[in-house]
Structures are given as structure tokens and as C-alpha cells.
């Protein structure tokens, strides 16, 4: 990529560096999200996703005002004559999620396209990346890399072969120079003519970063003050209000530092008994009951000290941006030792 330097541009192209002075000022940051290919977007967990609608092209790049975060592109669609945008639009709605509206854009590229997080704090994160297919034939193949983690990635195939169905992978990497490089690229395969000439490269609809809650950020605690949660729950507002647990209240966290952990929804009940407009398929619903049970076969075999959590039920399993099932509310929890292979306890829990 050849691009001519003036004072304001190789200012720029230094924040895309591990070793410049973008990234060793101390850091600001400790999450960020972007809404690939489009405008900002707010998810139901209140996750702002930053526009990224700039003009990115074959060999370009965009940096962000406050320097949190930047994407550029090599690569040019050198098979087609028509249709050179490097964005896609879906004027489906995404299954398979909460959000349909974060799968609107995906951002494209026939090469190389990457994402950087900027003035990271230091720690463990977790990154999400989400990622649709659109009503393409199976012999259309989206691929991307990361490193060596996942090579031939393929979301028509991830998604069970269904069309326009929501696709989200985690992972959780270590940032140690306050820089983060998400990088994704053509791995060489495609299609030829359909559904047009030249159909190929890495698509994106959205990403969101953040820290791991226990103990990821140095020198960050995980007790907060009764101002803080005050604060942050909005003084108590009962329209923040996610359930009753075997402790009292459960709110939802609104400011800007939320944390993973409590970026969790209490869907699964109000879904089961028509209380919201989620639709949840068969095949969503079986992951679900099957994930859940897993947690609990944990907690039963494998947690140390075992725990028999007493009071399992539908508002006690929450639900993540990609539909995962979280086990909750273990105020009435009871704890019993690894040698024993039988535990009784007074009835409890929820009639």
C-alpha cells in the first residue's frame, strides 16, 4: 500500500503501529465496539456500536477522532466491472439473535481487512466477532484468519447451512502493548459467477471488545460503591429492573462500563411465555436447554467445592447477545463436599 505522508497522515498511520506514541501514551480504553459497514447502533445489553461508514476503499484506511479504534483495507475486486462497494446491505432479518439490526451492513473486502483496538489497558479481552451469510448458494465461501486460531472459516456452514442466520464467535486474547489487531483475510477460495463474478474475501457485520470481568484489567477491582451502582443503575429505576433473585432485586447496569458479565438479558422466561417479542427456533432452544444443563453438570461434578444451586428455573437462566445460556441467582445455593455422593436439603427454590 503506497500512500503519500504529510504531518496530519503519518500521524495517523503511527496510531497503527504497535511501537508508536499512539499506543505507549497511557491508555484510555478498555472496551470498544464497532457496527461494521454502518451507523451507530445500540444492541439490547445497551452496547453502543460506533459508526463505521467511511469511505474504505482498496487501499485505505480510517482512525477514529479519539484514536480507540481504526480499520483499514488492502485488496481490489479486480473480477468485477460493476458493484466495486466494499460494503454489503441485508435487507433480511438476521435469525439467531436479539439484535438483527447489528447484521444490516457487514463490511467486505477482497483481501485484506483489518481492525485495530487502540490504547488498550493491559488485561484479558474478550472478542466478539458476529458475522452473517446472505442468501448465497453453499458453493459461496466467506472466509477469514486470525493468526493460526481458525483457518477456512466458512459462515454459511457455521450457521447449519441456513440463510441470513446469525453467526457470533468469542474468544478471549491477552492484550500486553495497549494494542489489539483483529485480522481478517481471503484464504483463496470463493465463487467464480454466482450470485456475481468475483464473490469472494472476508465479511463482517459487527465487533464488540471487552475486558475479561475477573481480575482482566491490571489494577482494576470488581467492587464498586453504593454511589456507583446508584449511578450506574440509574438510582435503583425500575424499568432497569431484570428480576427478583433469592437475594432481593437484580438490576442492568446502563453506564459505558459495563462489564461482560453483566451484559445479560433475563429473555428466557419472558420469551417462553410470550412476554417478549424474541423469537426463539427450535434449534436456539435446544442449545440452550443443552448449554444449561452442561452448567449444571458442572457444578455438580466438576466445581470445586460442587454446589446444588436449589433453585433452577426460567428467569434463573439468562441469555447473552448470542443466545447463550447463563445460570444466575445462586442465593440459594448449597455446597458439599467432593467425597460425598448424595446431598439432601430442605425443600426451596420457586413453586
Not at 484479558?124 to 442468501?135: A, H
Not at 493468526?147 to 477456512?152: A, C, F, I, P, Y
Not at 410470550?274 to 453438570?297: E, F, M, S
Not at 434463573?316 to 440459594?332: Q, R, W, Y
Amino acid at each position: 500500500m503506497f500512500l503519500s505522508c504529510n504531518s496530519a497522515l503519518a500521524s495517523e498511520l503511527n496510531c497503527l503501529q504497535r511501537q508508536f506514541r499512539c499506543n505507549s501514551d497511557p491508555p484510555r480504553y478498555s472496551s470498544f465496539a464497532i457496527k461494521c459497514g454502518g451507523p451507530e447502533k445500540t444492541s439490547r445489553d445497551g452496547t453502543v456500536y460506533e459508526s463505521e461508514n467511511s469511505n474504505v476503499g482498496p487501499a485505505s484506511y480510517y482512525v477514529t477522532d479519539t484514536r480507540r479504534w481504526a480499520v483499514s483495507n488492502v485488496g481490489l475486486f479486480a473480477e468485477r466491472s460493476v458493484n466495486l462497494s466494499y460494503v454489503e446491505t441485508n435487507m433480511e432479518q438476521a435469525t439467531g439473535t436479539i439484535d438483527p439490526e447489528l447484521f444490516q451492513t457487514a463490511r467486505l473486502s477482497p483481501g485484506s481487512l483489518r481492525y485495530y483496538g487502540l490504547g488498550l489497558e493491559n488485561g484479558i479481552y474478550n472478542v466478539n466477532l458476529q458475522f452473517v451469510e446472505t442468501g448465497f448458494p453453499p458453493a459461496s465461501s466467506r472466509t477469514w484468519q486470525r493468526g493460526l486460531r481458525v483457518k477456512d472459516f466458512d459462515i454459511r456452514r457455521e450457521a447449519g447451512g441456513s440463510v441470513n442466520r446469525a453467526v457470533q464467535r468469542l474468544y478471549k486474547v491477552r492484550v500486553s502493548e495497549n494494542f489489539l489487531e483483529i485480522h481478517l483475510f481471503w484464504a483463496g477460495k470463493g465463487t467464480y459467477t454466482i450470485p456475481v463474478r468475483g464473490y469472494y474475501g472476508p465479511s463482517i457485520s459487527a465487533i464488540s471488545v471487552t475486558p475479561e470481568l475477573l481480575g482482566a484489567i491490571d489494577n482494576k477491582p470488581n467492587i464498586f460503591s453504593y454511589a456507583e451502582l446508584r449511578t450506574a443503575t440509574e438510582d435503583f429505576s425500575p424499568t432497569n429492573k431484570l428480576g427478583e433473585g433469592g437475594f432481593g432485586p437484580v438490576f442492568k447496569r446502563t453506564d459505558s462500563l459495563f462489564m461482560n458479565i453483566l451484559k445479560i438479558k433475563a429473555l428466557l422466561d419472558q420469551a417462553l411465555f410470550g412476554k417478549t417479542v424474541l423469537h426463539l427456533d427450535w434449534p436456539t432452544r435446544y442449545n440452550i436447554c443443552l448449554q444449561a444443563a452442561q452448567g449444571l453438570a458442572y457444578l455438580h461434578e466438576e466445581s470445586k467445592p460442587r454446589i446444588v444451586h436449589r433453585d433452577v428455573k426460567a428467569s434463573n437462566i439468562l441469555l447473552d447477545i448470542a443466545l447463550n445460556p447463563k445460570i444466575s441467582d445462586f442465593g440459594l445455593a448449597k455446597l458439599y463436599d467432593d467425597k460425598k455422593t448424595h446431598i439432601s436439603t430442605r425443600v426451596a427454590g420457586t413453586m
